[in-house]
């Protein structure tokens, strides 16, 4: 067999092998019923079902096309291949070598082998130790994070922030839609801390500040059992700035698990049900997280403690004496905390799964 045949040969079998590991057949054949759904008229009737049904075709499809796309081009080539003579070996192999490059690139899917990989995530930012430098450290992790999200085609939606009276976010809270949006962003589950020359004191003084990132999978409520005894329900009246546009109403909620005590607070919506709902929604996925953390078969075996402890930061951001992100598990390190802090993050992402292969 000629070399091209045989690399071709190579690469269609560790395509198939991963093909039929990732089970794309099945979801195919879940694409079709979704189709099916969403064609009814009558499924528009419950807008909300409608619009759930649409968006899970619609990351079935973002995962699915590229290994169908991929399987065509292997088959074009692979009959190329048995009809071309030697005049056409510098281009199929430039084709070979470049199917080869994505191919690299999408068997990374395969890292994914947890639970909740393949859905979507609930990214918590908090800012921690360090004052008005934690504040606007926090703010610059969530445009990170935001820019990450815009360049890898993640939808993201904010479902509660409350910024700083002087500079900076205390919390934000992004929901993040795309196929492995959880699996992909796991890795930046923990503290971070930030070394720069500080913007907020006159002597321009070096400081250190932190701030917590938590990476909860995003899952249905009817996943996981509650019992409401274990809940504290509190409600309240929302703040705004300056006096205006202050709710008047009780609508803000915040609810703490008894056991954990994990609390979540959300005031965002104008309706005290929707931030109910959407803190129910947060603290089902911090408890499942912290079950997964724990071992725990149920949610009624959790005990309580921290998902990430202050002090044992997993990633330094360095912007002085010298720049420098660097990730205390992989060692993985970047010079350029410029591109960093845009959003270029994949480098620590790919360190990150590597690591957790045996």
Known sequence: MPPLKKQLAALQSDFTSAYDRLNIPAKLSEISTLESEVNTPEIWNNPDHARTKTEQLHQLNQLVQ???????????????????????????????????????????????????????????????????????????????YLRWAEKNDVKTTTLERQKSDEAGIKTSVIELKAPFAYGKLKSENGVHRLVRLSPFNSDNLRQTSFALVEVLPKIDQAQIEIDPKDLKVDVYRAGGHGGQSVNTTDSAVRITHIPTNITVAIQNERSQLQNRETAMSILAAKLTALATEQHAE???????????????????????????????????????????????????????LDSQIS
Not at 109 to 138: C, E, H, M, P
Not at 312 to 330: A, C, E, F, G, W
């Open 298 to 352: 149920s949610i009624a075996e959790l005990r309580a403690g921290k998902s990430a402890d202050w002090g044992s930061q997993i990633r330094n951001y360095v912007l002085h004496p010298y720049t420098l992100v660097k990730d205390t598990r992989t060692k993985y390190e970047e010079t350029d905390t410029t591109k960093v802090l845009d959003g270029r993050i994949d480098g620590f992402i790919s360190a990150y």
């Open 66 to 144: 590229p290994w169908q796309t991929m399987r065509v081009q292997l088959d074009d080539l692979t009959e190329l291949i048995d009809l071309a003579d030697e005049s056409l070996d510098a281009e199929i192999s430039a084709q070979l070598t470049a199917i080869a490059t994505e191919f690299t690139d999408l068997k990374k899917l395969l890292l994914f082998t947890g639970k909740y990989d393949a859905g979507d995530a609930i990214l918590r930012l908090t800012s921690g130790v360090g004052g008005l430098d934690a504040q606007d450290f926090t703010e610059i992790l969530e445009r990170m």
